[in-house]
């Protein structure tokens, strides 16, 4: 299998006051704690946003790894909604010592454009310095931090640092040259 230089910048906040609001989106957008860990939903949601920009290292998850994740203390999944409909999601993983991962975050391809990422970025990210309060048992959030890549969609680093992320590191890589898993022939964009 042929592999692909691919570079992955890793950002962090260090202080509440680094979040910088979003505008909110027009229309009735919601965004939702999914409080009840589902791996169904989970799935759907890595699947549908993720395949056309090559997610794929959970897509051989079983339904047993997807519960046993999704109900670790400190494992959040939000999902926004546009008029009832998913629109994206954000998922929190808490670490050790305060430190809290963005471990995904993004919309499927029709809802992309329309002001709703940076609106839900900065909410979960804000739910990410008050994760301690959810999880009483968890160190309280002294770091936020996410990693993207030059695979994931071309607005998500500026949108990262437009919410107050800054660079702490960056890595080339090879990965294996996998093709995307979707959106299936015909969907949106095209």
């Avoid at 009735?28 to 169904?40: C, H, K, L, T, Y």
């Avoid at 203390?73 to 998913?86: H, K, N, S």
């Avoid at 959030?141 to 590191?169: I, P």
Wanted: proline share 9%; with cysteine; hydrophobic share 40%.
């Amino acid at each position: 299998m042929s592999s692909v230089p691919v570079t992955t910048w890793y950002l962090e906040q260090t202080s509440p006051g680094d979040l910088l609001p979003a505008a909110a989106p027009e229309g009735d957008v919601r965004i939702v704690r999914a409080e009840v860990p589902s791996p169904e939903f989970s799935r759907f949601l890595y699947a549908s946003v993720g395949g056309d920009i090559r997610w794929t290292d959970r897509l051989g998850w079983t339904y047993a790894r997807w519960q046993e994740y999704l109900a670790r203390p400190g494992v959040e999944t939000w999902a926004a909604y546009d008029r009832g409909t998913p629109a994206g999601f954000i998922e929190l993983a808490a670490q050790d010592e305060g430190s809290v991962e963005i471990a995904y975050f993004g919309l499927l391809p029709a809802f992309r454009g329309r002001r709703i990422g940076g609106h839900l970025l900065a909410y979960g990210t804000a739910r990410a310095w008050d994760l301690a309060e959810r999880w009483p048992q968890r160190t309280p959030t002294k770091r936020v931090w996410v990693h993207t890549c030059s695979k994931d969609g071309e607005f998500a680093m500026d949108n990262y640092q437009r919410r107050g992320f800054t660079l702490f590191e960056t890595k080339v890589e090879p990965e294996p040259d996998v093709a995307a898993p979707g959106p299936w022939p015909g969907a949106y964009p095209a």
